[in-house]
C-alpha cells in the first residue's frame, strides 16, 4: 500500500501551503484566508461545532445507557452516570458532577455540559474576565458596569451589601452564569473572596450558599439596589441559598430588594431554602422570592425555575410572605414574566404567611401584570392564612393583578385573598393543553411571549429565551 506523502513526494503541509498559494494566485487574499471571517477560520469554527455535536451525540447515548440498568429503568444517578459516560468517551476524560438539584455538570477537558431535570443538554458558556472582582465599565447607559464572571456578581452583591446602591446607574450582564460550572469562573478555588470563607465555588454551591445582592435587613434602605440592571438575556443557574436567619424584618432573594429597574434576566433550577427564626417575640417579617425578595421597583422579562422553600421557627406574631418572582411587591410593577418553581412553606400557629406562584402578597400600589404560573404551590401543616397559584393575597384596594393566569392543579385558587382588584377567577385558571396552544399566546401577547416545545414543557417562554 502506497503512503500518502511518503511515495509522492508531497507534504501534508506542503499540501496545505500549495492550496493557499493557488487561492492567492486566484484573487483570493491572505485577509480572506485568515480574516475573522476568513475561509480558514471558519473552517476552524465548522471543526469545533463538529466536536460539539459528537460530544452532546455521545452524552445523549451515555445518558440512555444511564437510565437502563441490568433490570430495566433506573433513576439517574451520579455512579450510572458517570460509568456510562466513561464508556463512552474513555475513563478519565469527562467528570460527573451532581448539582443536589436534579440536573448533572459533565466537564471535559476544555468544556462543561449540564444535562437539566428534563433531560435537556446544553453546553455551559466559558466565561472570558480581565479583571474579575471589579467592573468593567462606567455605570452610563451607553458603558454600563458589566457582570462577565460569578466573582463579578458576587461582587456586586457585596458592593450593594456595604453601601454602594448603584443609584441611576446601568448594570449588564455578559454572559450567561452556572454556579456549578468551572467554565463560570476565572478561579473557582479563590479563597476569602467578598465575605466568603474558604473556596468560593464550594461556598456558593453548600453550606449557605449566595449572599443576595444588597441587605437582608429591609430597613437598611441605603444598602439596596436603586440602579438599572440589565440581565442582557442572560440565565443564571444553580443559584443556591440556604440560611437560618434571625433578623426581625428581611428580605431574601438574587436581589433581596429593588428599588430601581430589573429586566431580561433568568434563573434556572434554583434551591432556594430560608428557615426564618426571629430573635424577638415581637411581630417580625420575612420576604422571600426568587428574582427579589420584596420589590419596590420594576421588574419586567424575567423567569424562575427550581424549588424555594421557607418555614417559620418560633413563636409570636410572624409573617412570611413567599413567591416565585418576589415575596411581595409593596409600591412597585412586576410585568410580562413567569415562574415555573414549586414553592413550599411550613409555618406554625399564629404565624400569617402568604404564598403564590408569582407573588406572595401584592401591597400598597403594586402592580403584577401580563404574567402566569406553572409551578406547584404546597403548603404543609395546612396552617396557611392565603395562597394562589398568582398570588397569595392581594391586601390593598390600591393594588392591581392584571391578565395573570395560572395552571390548572398548581393550587386551588388564584389569588388567595383578595381586596385590590383583580381579574375574576374562572378567568385565570388554565388547563395546560391551553396554556401550550397558541390561544393562551395570544392572551399573553407575542411581543413578549413565545412557544417552542423544547423549552419549558412546551409552556410559553420569553421572546429573548
Given amino acids: 500500500m502506497k503512503e500518502f506523502g511518503k511515495n509522492n513526494g508531497i507534504t501534508l503541509i506542503a499540501l496545505v501551503i500549495t492550496m493557499i498559494v493557488l487561492l492567492i494566485l486566484a484573487g483570493v487574499t491572505i485577509a480572506t484566508l485568515t480574516g475573522d471571517n476568513g475561509i480558514l477560520t471558519r473552517v476552524s469554527e465548522s471543526k469545533e461545532k ?16 444511564a437510565q437502563i440498568g441490568d433490570s430495566g429503568y433506573q ?88 453601601g454602594n446602591t448603584y443609584q441611576d446607574e446601568y448594570v449588564k450582564m455578559l454572559y450567561s452564569l452556572n454556579f456549578n460550572a468551572d467554565s463560570s469562573y476565572i478561579n473557582p478555588n479563590i479563597e476569602n473572596f467578598c465575605g466568603y470563607e474558604g473556596k468560593l465555588k464550594y461556598a456558593l454551591t453548600s453550606e449557605n450558599g449566595f449572599h443576595g445582592i444588597g441587605s437582608l435587613d429591609i430597613y437598611d434602605t441605603d444598602k439596596h439596589f436603586y440602579g438599572y440592571f440589565d440581565g442582557n438575556k442572560c ?31 433568568g434563573l434556572s433550577n434554583i434551591n432556594i431554602n430560608v428557615e426564618f427564626k426571629p430573635n424577638e417575640t415581637n411581630s417580625a417579617t420575612a420576604f422571600i422570592g426568587g428574582i427579589v425578595g420584596r420589590n419596590e421597583g420594576t421588574i419586567s422579562s424575567v423567569y424562575t425555575s427550581g424549588n424555594i422553600y421557607s418555614i417559620f421557627k418560633g413563636t409570636g406574631n410572624r409573617s412570611i410572605r413567599t413567591g416565585g418572582i418576589c415575596g411581595q411587591i409593596t409600591s412597585g410593577l412586576i410585568e410580562n414574566s413567569y415562574n415555573a418553581a414549586n414553592i413550599t412553606t411550613e409555618e406554625n400557629e399564629g404565624t400569617s404567611t402568604a404564598i403564590g406562584g408569582c407573588v406572595g402578597t401584592l401591597s400598597t400600589d403594586a402592580s403584577l401584570v401580563n404574567s402566569y404560573n406553572i409551578g406547584i404551590i404546597k403548603e404543609n401543616n395546612n396552617k396557611t392564612i392565603y395562597a394562589g397559584g398568582i398570588a397569595g393575597s392581594n391586601s390593598q384596594a390600591s393594588a392591581t393583578i392584571t391578565n395573570c393566569y395560572y395552571l390548572y392543579g398548581t393550587y386551588n385558587v388564584g389569588i388567595g385573598g383578595k381586596v385590590g382588584v383583580a381579574d375574576n377567577e374562572e378567568n385565570i385558571v388554565k388547563s395546560s393543553d391551553y396554556m401550550k396552544s397558541n390561544d393562551f399566546l395570544n392572551l399573553l401577547g407575542n411581543a413578549y411571549f413565545k412557544i417552542e416545545s423544547n423549552k419549558n414543557n412546551g409552556y410559553p417562554v420569553l421572546t429573548w429565551q
Fill in 50 to 65: 463538529t466536536e460539539e455535536a459528537q460530544e452532546k451525540e455521545g452524552i445523549e447515548l451515555a445518558l440512555s445507557t
Fill in 235 to 265: 440565565i443564571i443557574s444553580n443559584l443556591f441559598i440556604n440560611d437560618l436567619y434571625t433578623t426581625n424584618a428581611l428580605a431574601v432573594g438574587l436581589f433581596n430588594m429593588n428599588y430601581g429597574t430589573i429586566k431580561n434576566i
Fill in 75 to 162: 433513576e439517574l444517578n451520579q455512579t450510572n452516570l458517570q460509568k456510562a459516560i466513561d464508556e463512552q468517551f474513555g475513563e478519565g476524560k469527562a467528570v460527573v458532577t451532581d448539582t443536589k438539584n436534579n440536573s448533572f455538570i459533565i466537564k471535559f477537558a476544555n468544556k462543561e455540559y449540564e444535562i437539566s431535570n428534563s433531560g435537556n443538554i446544553s453546553e455551559i458558556q466559558r466565561v472570558t474576565d480581565s479583571t474579575p472582582g471589579t467592573l468593567a465599565g462606567n455605570g452610563t447607559e451607553t458603558e454600563p458596569y458589566l457582570i462577565e464572571s460569578i466573582e463579578d456578581l458576587v461582587f456586586f452583591a457585596y458592593d450593594v451589601s456595604n
